[in-house]
């Protein structure tokens, strides 16, 4: 997939979460096989720019490229601004975002709120295009709501204001998380646009990305959730896309290492006493189908200190696995 001058190769995407896609992760990801990791939302409200949050969000020392940012906002001005001072700091494609489903986005009509204003639409992303000389991309929902799938009308207004890529998420912001994605709008969208369409939603498996890249044909897919405690997805999906085949599955000895990196990195990139807080719920994911993972996880959520908490992970995944339980 292209995206300006930008090869995504394999045309497999980390989703933007927040809480989740922080610098650590998407390295992580990308050394294990995604094209493409988007930052997790930042916010287009200047008075918020210098928080320690803010500041960590737009962190991209070291990361290789391309570095994709993706904003959140509803005045066109204001996101014309937050788009200049990302690329002025690192960013290489912009992402407005108007797929959070998530109340407190919304209720400050952004995210997938902006997706009743048609018009509202059309303005920011012409202004945030206008605003930056490298890619801008838009990310969307099939619709506002059940009963108004308006996402083909929202994606060629996009593409009339010059978006360069498009992801789409197979739910309206009325599902929220709930149900099953469903890929006909998505597949409307691909087969009306001239921009590449990337799809989103319940892509957990190799074999669902090469039957959702068949059935819409999308040019890209973007995994989220799926990626949570098991960043080696990536390098499965590319490898099944490429040749057709799986991978074996990742060994407890690997998913030890990479677990063990990502902590590693999150010490180094928040510093130990909010890295150790940040690293529970990596560690909670990596784990969550082990056999006596109970008790290893009380004992872990305990646990302030940084070398203890990493003894704890390594001594538990370098012992053979447990049998389960009848």
């Known amino acids: 997939m292209q995206i300006g001058g ?12 927040a809480g989740v896609t922080d610098r650590p992760f998407r390295q992580l990801c990308k050394r294990l096989g995604a ?3 988007v930052s997790e939302m930042t916010t ?19 990361e290789p490229g391309p570095i994709s940012v993706q904003i959140a906002g509803y005045d066109p001005e204001q996101m014309a601004e937050a788009a200049r ?29 902006l997706m009743r204003d048609e018009a509202l639409v059309g303005r920011i992303c012409a202004a945030v295009v206008a605003a930056v000389d490298v890619p801008v991309t838009l990310k969307i929902r099939t619709g506002w709501a059940r009963a108004h799938r308006n996402g ?7 593409e009339d204001s010059g978006i360069q890529s498009l992801v789409v998420h197979g739910r309206t912001r009325e599902d929220q998380y709930e149900g099953f994605a469903e890929y006909d709008t998505i597949a409307a969208i691909k087969q009306a646009l001239r921009i590449p369409v990337t799809a989103n939603g319940d892509i957990d498996s190799p074999e669902k990305a090469k039957q959702v890249l068949d059935y819409t044909g999308c040019d890209a897919v973007m ?32 998913q030890r290492r990479w677990l063990l990196e990502h902590l590693d990195a999150l010490y180094a990139f928040y510093g130990e006493g909010r890295g150790v807080r940040v690293a529970r719920k990596h560690i909670q994911w990596y784990c969550q ?15 302030t200190d940084v070398a203890e908490q990493r003894r704890c992970v390594d001594e538990f995944l370098s012992q053979p696995a447990l049998p389960e339980v009848a």
């Open 6 to 17: 930008y090869r995504i190769d394999p045309p497999v995407v980390l989703a933007p979460m």
């Open 35 to 37: 094209g493409l990791a």
């Open 44 to 62: 287009s409200d200047a008075s918020l720019w210098h928080t320690e949050k803010s500041r960590l969000r737009r962190d991209h020392a070291g």
């Open 85 to 113: 001072v990302n690329v002025d700091q690192g960013a290489q494609i912009i992402d407005i975002n108007m797929g959070c489903p998530a109340k407190k986005v919304c209720k400050v009509d952004s995210g997938s709120a």
């Open 152 to 158: 083909p009308v929202i994606a060629r207004i996009a």
């Open 223 to 254: 995994v989220g959730r799926a990626a949570q405690g098991r960043p080696w997805i990536f390098r499965e999906i590319a490898h099944y896309l490429a040749t057709g085949e799986k991978l074996p599955a990742a060994t407890r000895f690997e």
């Open 289 to 303: 189908a082990e056999p006596g993972v109970a008790a290893f996880w009380q004992a872990v959520n305990r646990l």
